[in-house]
């Protein structure tokens, strides 16, 4: 359960990042200002707020100790306070006083990273307060950056869609093209992931842009052998471009915000929604997790931030969607089914559903042709979204009825594999849906988007044998039961 418990509404403008220490909330705006509250109460501090910037700030964020907080604008400036008494530290120019869109500090404070509108990028020294190396990206603008929990790396994201890895040398890796439409944001979860096949640990980082979409990825980095970039998956659940994302502290959890002036928060175990919210009345343009409590801050064009609270039974548990009720999906009554609908951002449905009786058996039987036909759903892009969520709800049914393992499943259709074969990315695929993607002249990996050198399907006996072992099991129990 997630409840809105406090909205600020103290800036004059957009709202634009907003960011936390462990005792305090820091948000910037259009307005110019940066402002701080209390975690405690919510109260402004004394010395709130911080004026400095002749224009626009764009991004604010607290060194790891709390004590320092930096901030950035269109004014071409970099600027660092001090957070115990709103003191200005510094004020750092951005070569060619270009607009500076985001900055970041390094997990041990060595450094702070701006980003600007020019494509430059500058590798601060906190403690001379000098530049210790720049660079910058091929084309676009620098919108979005994030350093790896270890401080080895840190990624920038631009306007043109890139995704670039560099290394605190200002070297660069790696570059990728992450997002169609652009970059919006990026950040890393504090927790290391095994890739589940040679054990190797990876930094797990997530990605959004203007194509709608919220990528993870696994970066592996070793010193002399440079690094690497895997593409994990997809997720899906907004409807207009993805402005922010932000993991939770213990990384269970991924908050993100859209121009659909939703907020949607997602389990990265198993990559489903666990909460939808909606309170916001324009574009959701920044959303933070706190590090030590239960709390998420997200902020708007509608110039409020709302604070919200987790259930701290529930919190980054990996708990079901937002009331949705718990019991098998056959089961659910008329109005289970309406509860479900509102936490797919389908509330508008509702009455349609209920006009027709539609209980959890009748939900799971729904096709595209009762949707336009008996429940008369005129529009095409919401029959869609719905026909996709009943889809996404049979497979999830189907996987927690049958305990099938994940690995036995497809990774193009999400269904048990008959005929395993392996791609030339590493990846197993049943053999029909593999086919089916190479003869469309795709030349990619499902998986990674990488292309494939070849086109080449191995066969894998072995899994196949894994899945029939299985299915000889499953057979056993239910001849037994």
């Given at each position: 359960m997630v409840k809105l418990i406090h909205t600020l509404v103290d800036h004059s403008d957009d709202v634009n990042y907003c960011a936390f220490s462990s005792s305090c909330l820091a948000s910037c705006s259009l307005d110019k200002t940066i402002r701080l509250y209390s975690l405690n109460n919510f109260i402004e501090l004394p010395y709130s707020p911080l004026k400095g910037h002749t224009y626009a700030v764009h991004c604010c964020c607290f060194s790891p100790s709390g004590h320092i907080l930096a901030s950035c604008s269109t004014d071409g400036t970099t600027m660092l306070w001090d957070t115990h008494n709103g003191q200005t530290l510094a004020v750092l120019k951005q070569p060619h006083g270009s607009p500076v869109r985001v900055c970041r500090f390094s997990p041990d404070s060595t450094y702070l990273v701006s980003g600007a509108a020019d494509g430059?990028?500058?590798?601060?020294?906190?403690?001379?307060?000098?530049?210790?190396?720049?660079?910058?990206?091929?084309?676009?603008?620098?919108?979005?950056?994030?350093?790896?929990?270890?401080?080895?790396?840190?990624?920038?994201?631009?306007?043109?869609?890139?995704?670039?890895?560099?290394?605190?040398?200002?070297?660069?890796?790696?570059?990728?093209?992450?997002?169609?439409?652009?970059?919006?944001?990026?950040?890393?979860?504090?927790h290391t992931v095994s890739d589940g096949e040679q054990g190797s640990r990876y930094f797990r980082m997530a990605s959004c842009g203007q194509d709608n979409q919220i990528k993870l990825w696994l970066i592996s980095f070793v010193d002399f052998l440079g690094c690497e970039l895997k593409y994990e998956c997809t997720l899906n659940g907004h409807t207009a471009p993805v402005?922010?994302?932000?993991?939770?502290?213990?990384?269970?959890?991924?908050?993100?915000?859209?121009?659909?002036?939703?907020?949607?928060?997602?389990?990265?175990?198993?990559?489903?929604?666990?909460?939808?919210?909606?309170?916001?009345?324009?574009?959701?343009?920044?959303?933070?997790?706190?590090?030590?409590?239960?709390?998420?801050?997200?902020?708007?064009?509608?110039?409020?931030?709302?604070?919200?609270?987790?259930?701290?039974?529930?919190?980054?548990?990996?708990?079901?969607?937002?009331?949705?009720?718990?019991?098998?999906?056959?089961?659910?009554?008329?109005?289970?089914?309406?509860?479900?609908?509102?936490?797919?951002?389908?509330?508008?449905l509702v009455g349609i559903f209920k006009m027709h009786n539609i209980d959890g058996k009748e939900l799971l039987s729904l096709t595209k042709h009762s949707l336009t036909n008996d429940l008369k759903i005129e529009s095409l892009g919401?029959?869609?979204?719905?026909?996709?969520?009943?889809?996404?709800?049979?497979?999830?049914?189907?996987?927690?009825?049958?305990?099938?393992?994940?690995?036995?499943?497809?990774?193009?259709?999400?269904?048990?594999?008959?005929?395993?074969?392996?791609?030339?990315?590493?990846?197993?695929y049943e053999k029909e849906a593999m086919e089916n993607w190479i003869s469309k002249k795709r030349r990619s990996s499902p998986m990674t988007n990488l292309p494939l050198h070849s086109l080449v399907l191995i066969p894998n006996r072995t899994l196949k044998m894994a899945i029939n072992r299985w299915l000889e099991t499953q057979q056993k129990y239910n001849e037994t039961t």
């Open positions: 430059s990028i500058v590798l601060w020294n906190v403690q001379s307060l000098k530049l210790y190396r720049s660079g910058s990206v091929k084309d676009g603008s620098l919108v979005a950056c994030a350093f790896s929990p270890n401080g080895n790396l840190f990624v920038t994201g631009s306007s043109c869609g890139d995704l670039t890895i560099w290394d605190d040398k200002m070297r660069c890796l790696y570059n990728e093209k992450a997002h169609d439409l652009g970059v919006t944001c990026c950040d890393f979860s504090s402005l922010a994302c932000a993991f939770s502290y213990d990384g269970q959890m991924l908050v993100s915000g859209s121009v659909d002036k939703s907020i949607i928060i997602h389990d990265t175990k198993t990559r489903s929604i666990l909460h939808t919210l909606t309170q916001h009345t324009r574009y959701v343009t920044t959303c933070a997790f706190a590090p030590d409590i239960p709390l998420l801050a997200t902020g708007s064009m509608d110039k409020t931030v709302n604070i919200w609270q987790f259930d701290p039974k529930q919190h980054c548990t990996g708990s079901l969607l937002e009331d949705e009720p718990k019991m098998s999906v056959e089961n659910w009554s008329e109005e289970e089914v309406s509860v479900w609908l509102c936490a797919q951002g389908l509330k508008d919401l029959r869609t979204k719905v026909f996709r969520k009943i889809e996404e709800l049979r497979i999830k049914v189907d996987s927690v009825s049958l305990g099938i393992p994940d690995e036995f499943l497809c990774p193009i259709t999400r269904e048990l594999m008959k005929e395993p074969v392996i791609a030339a990315d590493g990846y197993s």
